[in-house]
C-alpha cells in the first residue's frame, strides 16, 4: 500500500487568482464567512445541492470537512477551493475538484456552488477558467468532468462560457435535493481551446 501511496504525485494547494476571484483552499478562520454564507444562501442552493446534515453549518461539521479535505489532499484525490473576490476579502462561494482518478482515465470532476448575494455576477465563471489550467498544466489531467441539473440555466451557461462541451445525459445520476435527479454530462479535455 506504501508503494502506490507514493506514485500518486502530491501537489500542493495554491491560490489560483484571476482578474476578478481568488482561490484558495479552506481554513478553520475561514468557518464564520463559509457558515454565515451557507446559512443565508440555503433556499437559493437547496434545489441543487445534497440534502445537508442536520448540524451541516456547525464549527465541528466544519473541522470534520477539513480533516477529509486534509485526506483527500494528501491522497491527490480532492482538490478543494473556497472562492473569494479578487482581494480576498468576501467569500463567494466554493469550488472542488474530486474523484481524481489516475491511470488511463487521467479525470477528475468540478463541483461548485455560490452564495446567493454573488450569483450572476460571472464570479463563478470566473473561478472555473481560472482552476482549468491547474487541472491540466498541474495535475497533468486530460479531462475535467461536470454535472448539471437540466433545469439549471444558469450551472449550463456558465459551463459552456467556460469551455466544456454537452457530451450526454444520464437518467437519475446524482441525488440533489432529496431526489434522484437526471442530469446533463459535460466535459472539457486537455487539448480543447480554452476561452
Given at each position: ?124 465563471t470566473a473561478a472555473v477558467r ?66
Amino acid at each position: 500500500m506504501e508503494f502506490l501511496r507514493s506514485v500518486v504525485p502530491y501537489h500542493p494547494m495554491p491560490e489560483i487568482r484571476s482578474s476578478t476571484v481568488l482561490l484558495r483552499p479552506p481554513a478553520m478562520a475561514d468557518f464564520p464567512a463559509w457558515a454565515s454564507l451557507r446559512a443565508e444562501s440555503r433556499a437559493f442552493l437547496a434545489p441543487w445541492e445534497p440534502l445537508w446534515p442536520v448540524d451541516d453549518l456547525t464549527r465541528g461539521a466544519f473541522r470534520r470537512r477539513l480533516r477529509r479535505y486534509q485526506r483527500e489532499m494528501r491522497d491527490s484525490t480532492g482538490y478543494p477551493f473556497l472562492v473569494f473576490t479578487a482581494d480576498g476579502r468576501q467569500l463567494v462561494g466554493g469550488l472542488t475538484l474530486s474523484h481524481v482518478v489516475r491511470g488511463v482515465t487521467q479525470s477528475c470532476s468540478l463541483g461548485y456552488w455560490m452564495g446567493a448575494p454573488h450569483a450572476g455576477k460571472g464570479l463563478m465563471t470566473a473561478a472555473v477558467r481560472a482552476v482549468i489550467p491547474f487541472v491540466f498544466d498541474t495535475l497533468n489531467l486530460h479531462r475535467l468532468e461536470a454535472a448539471c441539473l437540466p433545469h439549471n440555466a444558469a450551472s449550463i451557461r456558465l459551463l459552456e462560457k467556460a469551455g466544456f462541451t454537452r457530451e450526454g445525459y444520464a437518467r437519475r445520476y446524482l441525488c440533489i435535493d432529496g431526489r434522484w435527479q437526471d442530469h446533463l454530462l459535460y466535459a472539457i479535455i486537455s487539448d480543447d481551446p480554452r476561452p
